[in-house]
């Protein structure tokens, strides 16, 4: 098994590495439908654990229902430390359009299919997703989150997160159910949470940050290219090294349907950026340069 050094963080009652796994590229393409290597996408995730990942980040939404079952296809029954985290809030058309999908029918629905499709009684983790593709979008979460809260309490959820929100909808979430982590757009260019990120940490909630190498279009940085040559490694290693360095709370989950990619974003956790490379790096979010 590799040694991950990147430390650990506590999720409610469940421990996970801070290099975890986002499943959403084992789905086709637009993340719906089957993937394109079945077999390739199994062995990327026995790979995964293999390595050392305990935390997978999916969605029911992702293909629809693909890619929770590609999981317990490759590792069901599951480790014991390995935790599954998942979100509702969406669901996909025929068409494969995503629609909001969170009335309480809808959510409880949704918890149903991911207990089914994972092959488990209690889901680890539970994310409300409440904005759109990138950004959060105002609004109260009262009523989704209030539901999602119901059905933890009949002991099919162990813990409650939130995704794509704002300060306020943690803040009024926080006030219906215990938050264990929050899943925001977030990375070396995309630096809207800076303030957030620091208070989570103070309150021992995770942060996970998603797109962390730039989303469906990768980081290209001139200065990150340079910073990634002078350290012989990729420029994709070296964002998501410093997200691991930017503060302890943040929990990291890139997504890869390749075994070498795979492997080369593990061995991010092991890349110690120097103080001077981070002033070089933390400049590229501040716009002073590209």
């Given at each position: ?15 996970v ?17 089957p993937?394109?290597?079945h077999a ?6 026995r ?15 992702y ?11 490759a590792l ?16 996909r058309?025929?068409?494969?359009s995503?629609?909001m ?5 809808d959510l ?14 209690v889901i ?8 759109g ?6 609004g ?20 409650l997160?939130l995704s794509?929100?704002?300060s ?8 219906i159910?215990?938050?264990v982590?929050v ?6 260019v ?10 989570l ?5 995770a ?7 730039g989303?469906?279009t990768p980081?290209q ?14 420029p ?6 410093w997200?691991l ?18 492997r ?25 340069v590209?």
């Amino acid at each position: 098994m590799t040694d991950l050094t990147d430390g650990t963080f506590r999720l409610g009652d469940r421990v996970v590495r801070r290099m975890g796994y986002g499943a959403m590229q084992l789905a086709g393409p637009g993340v719906f439908g089957p993937p394109k290597d079945h077999a390739a996408a199994v062995t990327v995730l026995r790979e995964a654990v293999a390595s050392g990942v305990n935390h997978i980040d999916t969605s029911d939404f992702y293909g629809p229902h693909v890619t929770n079952r590609l999981i317990r296809e490759a590792l069901h029954p599951y480790p014991d430390d390995l935790t599954i985290v998942t979100k509702l809030g969406a669901m996909r058309g025929d068409d494969a359009s995503w629609i909001m999908a969170r009335s309480p029918a809808d959510l409880t629905q949704g918890v149903h299919d991911n207990l089914r499709n994972l092959g488990v009684d209690v889901i680890d983790v539970v994310n409300l997703r409440v904005g759109g593709i990138h950004d959060p979008i105002e609004g109260s979460i009262e009523q989704a989150f209030t539901t999602l809260a119901e059905l933890q309490q009949q002991g099919l959820i162990r813990h409650l997160g939130l995704s794509n929100v704002t300060s306020a909808q943690i803040t009024e979430g926080r006030r219906i159910a215990p938050v264990v982590c929050v899943q925001n757009h977030y990375n070396l260019v995309h630096r809207g949470d800076d303030a957030l990120i620091g208070d989570l940490a103070g309150e021992g909630i995770a942060y996970v940050p998603f797109f962390p190498l730039g989303g469906f279009t990768p980081l290209q940085s001139a200065t990150l290219s340079d910073v990634a040559a002078r350290l012989q490694a990729t420029p994709m290693q070296v964002a998501l090294a410093w997200l691991l360095q930017r503060s302890p709370n943040l929990l990291l989950i890139p997504g890869t349907s390749s075994v070498g990619h795979l492997r080369q974003n593990i061995t991010a956790a092991t890349l110690t950026l120097p103080d001077a490379v981070i002033d070089e790096l933390n400049a590229i979010g501040t716009g002073t340069v590209d």
